[in-house]
Each structure stands twice: as C-alpha cells, then as structure tokens.
C-alpha cells in the first residue's frame, strides 16, 4: 500500500523557517518525482515544488522561489522542504505528492503550517 506522511508543520513568525517532511513507503520511492502542493485557507490548490527521482533536478513556484528548497533522501524514502523567509502568505496545508505524468496519484494527509505573529 503507498503511504505519504508529511510531518514538521508547525505555527511559525514572519521571516522563521521550518522543514518539513514526507516519508514514503509502499513502492520504489527513487523511481518517481515528487512534489510539495499546499492549500490556503479557503484557496485552492497551488502546486509549490518538484524534484526528479534522484533530487538532481528541483523547480519551483515563482511564489517560493529563492525561500524554499526540495530535497529528498532515496536511502531513507524521505522528501523534504525546507522553507525559510516565511511570510504570512505562505500559511496552508501542504501536502507531497506522487507525480505521474500529468498528473498526481497519491497524495498524504497533509501537515498545517501557519505563519503569524
């Protein structure tokens, strides 16, 4: 069974970091891309990163770019992203997500994170 777990939300102030993560299990974690979407209160949902099977290639939203980085740990089934430079905007559930080609086929429960002072 495919399982994706995020973890590491938490309530944050403007400008912190957290890192969350996603630990995957039930089939061959490094040979698919992953990504990060999130959700906002009352949005809908916006894609935020990608990374290739072996974390060479990484793209992201313009919205993130240059505050967040995507990573992935292959021996330990483990995506992440680190998120630093929070603003206020960036308060959603977020959520990784198996990627095929157009579109996504699992997806985890989703780990909330809340930028507020």
């Known amino acids: 069974e495919v399982q994706l777990v995020e973890s590491g939300g938490d309530l944050v102030q403007p400008g912190g970091s957290l890192r969350l993560s996603c630990a995957a299990s039930?089939?061959?974690?490094?040979?698919?891309?992953m990504s990060w979407v999130r959700q906002a209160p009352g949005k809908g949902l916006e894609w935020v990163s990608a990374i290739n099977w072996d974390g060479i290639d990484q793209d992201y939203s313009e919205s993130v770019k240059g505050r967040f980085a995507v990573s992935r740990d292959n021996a330990k089934n483990t995506l992440y992203l680190q998120m630093n430079s929070l603003k206020s905007e960036d308060t959603a559930v977020y959520y990784c997500?198996?990627?095929?080609?157009?579109?996504?086929?699992?997806w985890g429960q989703g780990t909330h994170v809340t930028v507020s002072s």
């Open positions: 039930g089939f061959a974690f490094d040979d698919w891309q």
């Open positions: 997500a198996r990627k095929r080609v157009s579109d996504y086929d699992y």
